[in-house]
């Protein structure tokens, strides 16, 4: 099957085709759309996440005064748990909006790569100051700002436990031996293992220590907000994979972002991400070609991210592997609001009841609950962990019910089979959809067939 470019970037870089816009007609098009997932008017800060926490803990320290004080408090706490709703609201309503879709693809796969969780609802803003902070204004960058600016935000920081590291042979240490502070290396570790070089690669334990060494320092609390204390940096140079960085005194911030910067342009660097870009966007077992090309590029350009998504974006491997991948449930909700012509002021305007019925519950129940990964490592990739029978029965449940609950009126399903998978839909889905009983039998049909479930 010979498939046109806009269908094939609709299908397998972005989130499907959509009735009522465009593909993107060719790779320039496509890249061009990458400025669109820049942060939007209402981006959240690290300023506004801290004001918001701290107005949290206030009302918790007096909620027990008077009757009034608890109702405050229960009401503001509840707000701040449904933030992570009203995230993902946000987030799928640009991703329904976007033309082209691969940009809010991209943020959606940095976010994931560069995995934080909340832990608690007081850092819920947190969270999503750390997607408009440090991976929406570098989608279209260099890896190396993308990583410094993720590994060190307020966000990271409290994830791993960047909090509790103290030199050995920093000041506060010393002063306070019967305290036993300690050097944390979670921070350093997955810099190294899951951010950047792989698992695998030619880095010691050494090497991770002298990087944990080195980050001693970075703090974040919402009282004080982001901050560099020397009094708990380790003293001295610190060499790390064979560079020193650091004086005879203390690192600084510039010190660390050296490291980063040096780090993110080492060839494990451009091998072990181009190969995860090519894992998720084309195949789980993606040609050593494919990975290659883009390592090359990426070691070229010094880690350009466009430049090395043009070669994933008009490699042949992009068409030779249709339907390798399965849809995560973010992608699969995304698209089935595009395919139904849904806009995203339609998602936006949703009450928060529905929203969770169409869409936040769903995405849960097939797997995906939204900023809750198991670990640092992220969503998995294989087709196994979104296809358990459990998963497939909430994916055909959503296909089901929720275009009959969203819609007034449903699409003729023969239009939207033609409108939504293009020249790409088989023979099979091309037979049944026109024999279904009913416009809502044709639509689910299409909603939770193979095709539209794979990209």
């Keep these: 099957m010979t498939i046109d470019f806009p269908e094939l970037a609709a299908i397998r870089l972005g989130f499907g085709l959509s009735p009522i816009m465009a593909p993107p007609p060719d790779v320039d098009a496509l890249l061009a759309g990458l400025a669109r997932s820049a942060p939007g008017p209402g981006a959240v800060t690290t300023a506004k996440a801290q004001e918001l926490q701290n107005e949290l803990m206030a009302l918790r320290a007096v909620r027990r005064q008077d009757e009034r004080s608890e109702k405050e408090f229960k009401a503001f706490n509840q707000r701040m748990g449904r933030t992570i709703a009203f995230d993902l609201r946000l987030r799928m309503a640009r991703a329904v ?5 691969f940009g809010e693809r991209l943020v959606q796969f940095w976010a994931d790569h560069f995995t934080i969780r ?3 609802v007081g850092r819920n803003p947190l969270a999503m100051a750390f997607v408009d902070e440090a991976i929406r204004p570098h989608i279209a960058g260099r890896f190396e700002d993308m990583f410094f600016a993720a590994d060190t935000h307020p966000m990271m920081l409290v994830y791993l436990d960047q909090n509790t590291s103290r030199g050995p042979n920093s ?3 010393r002063n306070r031996k019967d305290k036993k502070l300690g050097l944390n290396e979670n921070l350093a570790r997955e810099a190294m293992e899951l951010h950047s070089l792989g698992a695998g690669a030619p880095y010691t334990q050494d090497d991770v220590r002298e990087l944990a060494e080195l980050l001693t320092g970075l703090t974040y609390d919402s009282k004080k ?5 020397p009094q708990i940096a380790e003293p001295g140079a610190e060499q790390v994979l064979g560079v020193n960085y650091g004086g005879e005194k203390r690192a600084s911030l510039d010190d660390i972002r050296a490291a980063f910067r040096d780090i993110a342009r080492r060839p494990e660097t451009a091998q072990y991400l181009s190969r995860k870009l090519a894992v998720h966007f084309v195949s789980d077992d993606p040609s050593p070609e494919l990975v290659e090309a883009m390592a090359s590029v990426w070691r070229e350009t010094g880690g350009d991210l466009p430049q090395v998504y043009r070669v994933l974006a008009t490699h042949p491997d992009l068409a030779a592997n249709l339907r390798a991948k399965v849809r995560q449930p973010f992608d699969l909700v995304v698209a089935g609001f595009r395919a139904l012509g849904i806009t995203g002021k339609d998602v936006r305007d949703l009450e928060f009841k529905k929203f969770r019925a169409f869409a936040f519950d769903p995405m849960a129940r097939m797997g995906q609950r939204w900023m809750n990964q198991n670990g640092p490592d992220g969503w998995p990739e294989d087709p196994q962990a979104w296809i358990a029978p459990q998963l497939l029965a909430a994916r055909i449940t959503w296909a089901t019910q929720m275009p009959q609950r969203m819609l ?12 939504t998978l293009g020249s790409t839909r088989s023979d099979g889905l091309a037979w049944a959809v026109p024999k279904a009983e009913s416009q809502a039998e044709g639509v689910a049909l299409i909603l939770a067939s193979n095709d539209f479930n794979r990209r």
């Design 225 to 229: 907000g982001f901050a560099y204390r």
């Design 408 to 419: 007034k009126k449903l699409p003729d399903p023969r239009e939207m089979l033609v409108t």
């Design 171 to 173: 000041m506060a240490a």
């Design 97 to 101: 909006d976007d033309p082209t879709g």
């Design 118 to 120: 909340p832990m608690g």
